[in-house]
């Protein structure tokens, strides 16, 4: 991925932000891009500030491990007021000496014996030119997808302009790491369950958490596959719009599909469970062997009921239904305007 590329990119997006984005993106670049400020500030955020935020939550994520201990999987002697794991030493030392001694000697063959960038084959640095084939970095796929797939749709509001850029790339990444922090109390909110725990579940007792992960995954890779459209445009010999219009049906359906078959996959094999549980319970009670239920453990999750995921399916699949419409009358428009 190109320096310049990478910074030409993400300008857009500060611009797009409204109130505050013009200053931002002066604030950040020194102005127009390429500005000589840039270099410097970048190599401050890389060498200091970076380092200081990774040294800091990494700090506050041990504390708050200390003090609030491990999660755990469900198992015999395992409560939600215990811990049943190995001792921090030797154990657990060793396996992250073991751990750091296989990734040190996976990095030093790749320094040995791998060419990853041929520098001298490529000539001095001019920050104008980007290379054939130039992709975005693993974790910036998915909002480079996002940007080459939104329509263009630009409001005036109040006086401000929300351009087509606001909308996968600010709006989208808000969306997505709002989610990610206030997942526990949606949660927590929707189900009722207010107690602290301890011990993991099984993804097959939660069909609707399930469901939502895998769909959300399953949009996400899309998004990142969406990223090299013009690669994969070229690969099969085909044009480029072609292969967005095809990438436009599949970050809806390919979601709302995984979302389908997980959770019903997920109430398969918890049905399954309690029948076992259930023919195990019978065979106990002939054998006049006592219950092992009190004894083993914790018991499973209530299921939650389908109501509320119906709904947000519903919703998901009319608001789909809504945006693809639009779509096609806006297309419909400008050909016959053509």
Partial sequence: MCP????????PIALAVPVVGTWAAF???????PSPDITSRLFVLHILIVPALIAGLLGAHLAILWRQKHTQFPGPGRTEDNIVGSHLWPTY??????LFAGVFAVIALLGGLA????IWLYGPFNPAAVSTASQP???????????RLSPAVRLHLFGYTLSEVFWPGVVLPGITFGLLYLWPFLERRVTGDRGVHHLLDRPRHRPARTAIGVGTLVLYFVLFAAGSQDIAAQKFATDIPTVTRVFDVLV???PLAAMARTWRLCRDLSE??????????IRRRLQGQPDPASSAGPQRPPRPGRSWLRSTLGFVIALTAAVLGRRRRARSGASGRR
């Fill in 4 to 11: 310049s590329r990478a910074c030409t990119c993400r300008r």
């Fill in 27 to 33: 604030l950040v670049f020194g102005g127009e891009f």
């Fill in 93 to 98: 030392a060793a396996r992250s000496i073991g």
């Fill in 115 to 118: 060419q990853v960038n041929p």
């Fill in 137 to 147: 970095d693993w974790y910036m796929g998915w909002l480079e997808g996002a940007l």
């Fill in 252 to 254: 809806f359906a390919l």
């Fill in 272 to 281: 399954a469970d309690d029948l076992e549980e259930e023919k195990d319970r």
